[in-house]
Nanobody
Framework: QVQLVESGGALVQPGGSLRLSCAASGITFKIYAMGWYRQVPGKQRELVATITSGGSTNYADSVKGRFTISKDSAKNTIYLQMNSLKPEDTAVYLC?????????????WGQGTQVTVSS
């Protein structure tokens, strides 16, 4: 059974920091690209950051220089370090596991963790 379990969401003041974690089980972690997305009610799900199986990273322009995605393959876990948080970062943050193309595997999503940035 595949599980992606996010943790670390919280209420934080503007300018603060949080670190999100996503622990994966039931997949061959090392072959998946992993990512963080966020969703606000009434809006489309938005890519935040991704990290490939080889460790290359990609960020949304809105978080570049503030957020850092990383992974620990020994723990099957990815992280999102979020600094200089802004109210517009408020969202449910979801973990995604995206398989290689044409190998017959599917993508998976976690349930999400709430991040609220407010004074």
């Amino acid at each position: 059974q595949v599980q992606l379990v996010e943790s670390g969401g919280a209420l934080v003041q503007p300018g603060g920091s949080l670190r999100l974690s996503c622990a994966a089980s039931g997949i061959t972690f090392k072959i998946y690209a992993m990512g963080w997305y966020r969703q606000v009610p009434g809006k489309q799900r938005e890519l935040v950051a991704t990290i490939t199986s080889g460790g290359s990273t990609n960020y949304a322009d809105s978080v570049k220089g503030r957020f850092t995605i990383s992974k620990d393959s020994a723990k099957n876990t990815i992280y999102l370090q979020m600094n200089s948080l802004k109210p517009e970062d408020t969202a449910v943050y979801l973990c995604n596991a995206d398989p290689p193309r044409n190998v017959g595997l599917r993508a998976y999503w976690g349930q999400g963790t709430q991040v609220t940035v407010s004074s």
